[in-house]
Each structure stands twice: as C-alpha cells, then as structure tokens.
C-alpha cells in the first residue's frame, strides 16, 4: 500500500468508537469516521480534527445501494456524506480500516448477544447458502458490506485492514463458503495474532488477528507473526526477538500458517464417511451416560446409539479448543450427543480422531494461540501403509489410556429410569481368561460370578491380537502398563466401598474406573493396596503415556490431521 497511504488511500474507519485506531496518525488526505454512537464522536471529538466524523450504522443503513433488479447507472447517496460519496464515485481506491465490535449471536462458553447480529447484513449474507454460521458474527457482517460497497461502486482497488476473531480463516463447514467467496474478491496480504486481552474488557483465553487485504493483489498464504508481551512466556515455539517491536515492549514468539478446511474434510466429516445419513437406531432400552459412571437421567436426551453400536464417541466441533472438554468415549450412549456410535466399522477412525485430538491439544496457557485451528481429515495415500497400521494401533491404544477423555466403563444392574441395566465395556484390553485367574487367585466370588455371565471377549482384546503385528514398542509399553493396572487394583475389588463407588464387580472394568480406585486407595492409605507397587506403576506409567502421547502427536501432524501449524520462523 506505499509508506505514504494515509495520503494516497481514502481512510474509511466504520466502526470508529472513539477513534483509536487513527488517533495517533497525522496527514489523513481524505478520512471518513464513523459509529452507531453520538456519544463516541463528542468524547472524542479532539482527535483527528481533519477527517469527516459521522454517525453511520454500517450494517443497517443503504444496505445495497446497487440493488440487484434496480436499473442504475450511478448507486444513490443515501444517508453517506456528500465528501465520501464523490470519493466513492471517483473510484478512488479505498481503505476500510476495522475494529468491529466482538460480540456474536451464539458462542459456547463465552459470553454473548443473542440479537446483536440480526441486522440488515445478515438478512442478506442469508440468501447465500452456507453463510449461516458466518452470518452470526459481526466481524463477518462488517466484511460481507465492504464487499456490497465495492460491487455497488464498481470500485477497482480495496483494501480492508481489520482486527477480528481469526477463526474464520480456519474455514470448515462454519466459515468455508463465506472464506471462499471473500477470497474472490480479495487476497491475504500479511497479519499478525496476539492475546484478546490486549484490549480492555475481552477474555485472555483466545487470539485476535489483524490482516491485511487487497482486491488487486497476489495471494499469499494465510501466514500471521505471532506476538506477545515482552514478559510473558511464549508457546512452544523458540522465542523470536522481533528488534521492531521491542520499542513498544512486544516480542514476535512465532509464525502461524492458518490452512483453512474445505467444507466436507474436515476430521469429523472422515470420521463419519461411511456412517449413513440416517443411521439405524439400536433397540431399546439401554443406558445414557453423563460420564464414566454416572446416569443420564434426562427425560429426553439427545444421544442414541445406531444398531450395532457397543460406545459413543462424543466429538464436539472440528476446533482444538474444544478437544479438552468436549471429546471422549463411552461404552454406551453418552447423554448430550454430539458424536457417532461406535461400531466395528467406525471403531478405529473413531479411535484415531480421539487420539489425535487429545495427543495434539496445547497448554492451556497457549490455547489462545491455536484454539480455533481445525482439525482435517488425514492424508493417506495407501491405507495399507505399515506406517499408517502402525499409527492406527497406537491410537487404539492411546485411547484406551487418557486421563482426559478415556471414559469407557463396565456397570452392572445400572437403576436407568426404572429398569435394571448392564454396561459391557467392550473397549477391555485383556483376555477374560487372564481376570478370572487373578480373581479365582484372590477367591473373588462376586467377580468369577460375573465372568461367568457376561465373560465373552470383548472388542478390543480381539482387535489389538488380530492387529498384533502393528503394535509398536509404546504401545506394548503403555499396554503392559495397563494390565499391570488390572493386577494392581484386584484386592481392591474386595473392598465393599471402593466396588461400589467405581463398580468394581464387573470384571471388564475400564481404566477410568481402575485408576480411580487406585488413586482413593493411595489417598486413604489401603492396607490392601501395594502402596510402593502402585507409586512405582504411576511413574511408569506416566512415563508410557507420555511416549506414546508424543509418538501420536508427531504422526498427527505427517498424516495432516492438524491443517494448521505453528514454527519459529516465518513459513516459505
């Protein structure tokens, strides 16, 4: 744009406030300020005396001045000054210069106005499919009327700067079209990302971006600097010094390359390929979790489970955010929805995706910088690629195995609104033969009675030996780990508290619950328990999980499950 632009570009700001962005820059030839509020305007009416200061709303007013169907040669004025207006006539090029406001119409977690975006804008954003989602975010409404502005002066050269939310580069089903059809109308210039409570009053927990864009230039990837605080730790990335911000007490901590994800390719969409659109259900009744081993009692829950489903896998977006709380699996229904049944034919892309995420999710205290990445369907040229049968197997495993997440569970006589129901962990990782030696070695009657009815093999005892031959030494490692666990907690079984808290009668017991028992047995100091056995299995094991965790986490990234990716320099 030149080093004199605020000279050689019509300055638009329309959504001004107090006029921050431009206070502080001298020489506007042609600025034009505007905002929904008088207010802002006389609080700040000593700033930037030479431009042309207006009360506008941008996302109501003369909304399409170029009416498609109106025959006109010259779009009206409406209510924009006459000054603007003739600049816009004279296609002189323009520069929208933004920081919209950052609230949205549904937002999980966050705070937010259910009737901030219903505007003019977003009735028209509407008529395009698969804008819905991006409809509800003002930063996007503010965009979609730079883009009628453009159309409806003909205007030659554009270039829009704006700080926003950057999520809506990652693309996907929410912000795909929307990203597809703005990028026709302008490249990606450059952008830099640092932590949203940089401004007052907004959340440390996510980032904000300000990029630049410009409808006469060449495209370049959607690569932002990555800034911080002078004194705050950075991600995992080595520390830039970034001499030219150091001035301003900032320090460049790395470079993100945003890809966005095609709609339809996302990891969700891969897990889900060959799930019927409508699937059969499976016969009722049977039981809908909250979590490992407690009932969803909801007289009308959202999860079900397809015919021939033995767990759910509960998958909530394609976002890293959401890979901390919102994804897991479960040996049966899980009340809330929002995944797929697991079945033999879902099993292991349900098994990968859960490893993947939960592998690759960031420091809290980092969240802010990747948060909003997406995760895409993977890249396999040849699915019978030993390398691709080996990641398979250590995702398998990993998900049998993660404190966040791993919530698989065996119950008996489960109380499930009136009827008495039983859990099958179909996700037990060892032979039946092996608990009812441990259990008749301990005379464990309540145990014994229990293989006895319900001991067929399980899932996934079959699946890891007919797989065998792709088990790495981390996974061997971390399921040695495991059945060490079912060992380690048998005498536990005959403690009446400690069976009852975490259903220890059933012999498939899942690692949620094992671990659980371990842990309170440790805490109240059990006699029955091992203490010097069960300290030294915790550091092995965490030692394990931490092997195998990082061993997925590399995969991830070479098979392109992570579309984006974060490096200490600048990306080529």
Request: a negative charge; aromatic letters at 12%.
């Amino acid at each position: 744009m030149g080093e004199t632009w605020f000279k050689d570009w019509v300055v638009w700001d329309p959504a001004c406030g107090t006029k921050n962005l431009t206070k502080d820059i001298a020489g506007f030839s042609s600025l034009y300020l505007s905002t929904l509020h008088e207010e802002e305007l006389a609080d700040s009416a000593s700033r930037n005396p030479e431009a042309t200061s207006f009360v506008y709303d941008f996302l109501n007013q003369d909304i399409r001045l170029g009416s498609e169907g109106e025959d006109r040669a010259t779009p009206p004025r409406g209510d924009l000054p006459e000054a603007l207006y003739q600049d816009l006539l004279a296609d002189r090029p323009v520069l929208f210069l933004m920081n919209p406001p950052y609230a949205t119409s549904t937002n999980q977690g966050a705070s937010h106005k259910s009737e901030v975006s219903l505007t003019q804008v977003r009735q028209a954003m509407l008529q395009h499919p698969g804008y819905s989602h991006a409809t509800q975010q003002l930063y996007t409404q503010f965009l979609f009327r730079v883009q009628q502005l453009k159309a409806d002066f003909a205007l030659s050269r554009v270039a829009v700067g704006i700080f926003s939310n950057e999520r809506f580069l990652t693309g996907g089903k929410s912000f795909g079209p929307f990203l597809d059809d703005f990028c026709e109308d302008f490249s990606f210039q450059s952008g830099f990302f640092f932590r949203a409570s940089e401004f007052e009053q907004v959340a440390d927990t996510w980032g904000i971006s300000f990029t630049l864009w410009d409808s006469q230039a060449i495209a370049r990837p959607f690569d932002l600097q990555v800034l911080a605080d002078i004194s705050e730790d950075a991600p995992a990335v080595p520390a830039l010094p970034g001499p030219e911000f150091l001035d301003l007490g900032i320090k460049t901590i790395g470079w993100r390359r945003v890809r966005p994800v095609s709609p339809g390719k996302a990891l969700s969409d891969w897990v889900k390929e060959f799930v019927p659109r409508r699937p059969l259900k499976a016969a009722e009744p049977y039981v809908r979790l909250s979590n490992a081993l407690q009932v969803n009692s909801a007289a009308s829950p959202r999860g079900s489970l397809a015919a021939g489903a033995f767990g759910f896998f509960q998958n909530n977006s394609d976002s890293v955010e959401h890979s901390g709380r919102y994804v897991a699996l479960y040996s049966s229904a899980f009340g809330s929805g929002n995944g797929v049944s697991v079945t033999e034919q879902t099993f292991t892309r349900c098994a990968v995706a859960f490893a993947v995420r939960k592998a690759t999710f960031p420091d809290f205290k980092d969240l802010w910088v990747t948060g909003h990445d997406l995760f895409s369907a993977p890249i396999v040229p040849d699915e019978a690629d030993p390398a691709w049968l080996r990641f398979i197997y250590d995702c398998v495993v990993f998900s049998l195995a993660s404190r966040s997440g791993s919530r698989q569970s065996a119950l008996r006589r489960v109380d499930y609104l009136g009827q008495e129901l039983d859990v099958l962990n179909e996700f037990f990782f060892l032979p039946s033969r092996r608990v009812t030696n441990l259990a008749e070695d301990l005379k464990l009657p309540v145990l014994t009675a229990d293989l006895a009815i319900h001991g067929k093999e399980r899932f996934v005892f079959s699946w890891l030996e007919a797989n065998a031959a792709a088990k790495t030494s981390s996974a061997k490692r971390l399921l040695a780990c495991l059945e060490e666990l079912v060992a380690l907690t048998m005498p536990l079984r005959a403690n009446e508290l400690l069976a009852h808290e975490f259903q220890l009668t059933a012999w498939d017991a899942g690692f949620w619950q094992l671990l659980g028992a371990l842990e309170q047995a440790l805490k109240s100091h059990s006699p029955i328990l091992d203490t010097p056995k069960a300290e030294a299995w915790q550091a092995e094991f965490d030692v394990a999980f931490k092997e195998l965790k990082a061993q997925v986490a590399q995969q991830a990234k070479t098979f392109g499950f992570c579309a984006s990716s974060l490096a200490a320099a600048k990306p080529r």
